[in-house]
Nanobody, 113 residues
């Protein structure tokens, strides 16, 4: 599955962004999807995930400030992030699992203080 993420950019602290990720295959074939991020010098971490049934899970650092959603008709998943903090600065990657993990190339989010 090929993934194309977009929506990153520079935003001030307290602002919001919505990331999008378009998949080359129908979500019908996807077991789970998610967003991860990797800040400089840090390991990749989970931001949010969603199962095919729609159950969601969020990383502790973004819980209450982020929301993952999807549009099955468009094969697109979204990550809405609010109340952004400088520590949210990272490259954000979308991921889907079809039994095999597929990753997008990432989109950079920079939050200025």
């Amino acid at each position: 599955v090929q993934l194309q993420a977009s929506g990153g950019g520079l935003v001030q602290a307290g602002g919001s962004l919505r990331l999008s990720c378009v998949a080359s295959r129908s979500f019908f074939y996807i077991n789970a999807m998610g967003w991860y991020r990797q800040a400089p010098g840090k390991e990749r971490e989970l931001v949010a995930s969603m199962t095919r049934a729609g159950s969601t899970n969020y990383g502790n650092s973004v819980k209450g400030r982020s929301s993952i959603s999807r549009d099955n008709a468009k094969n697109t998943m979204y990550l809405q992030m609010n109340s952004l903090k400088p520590e949210d600065t990272a490259v954000y990657y979308c991921n889907v699992n079809t039994g095999v993990d597929s990753w997008g190339k990432g989109t950079l989010v920079t939050v200025s203080s």
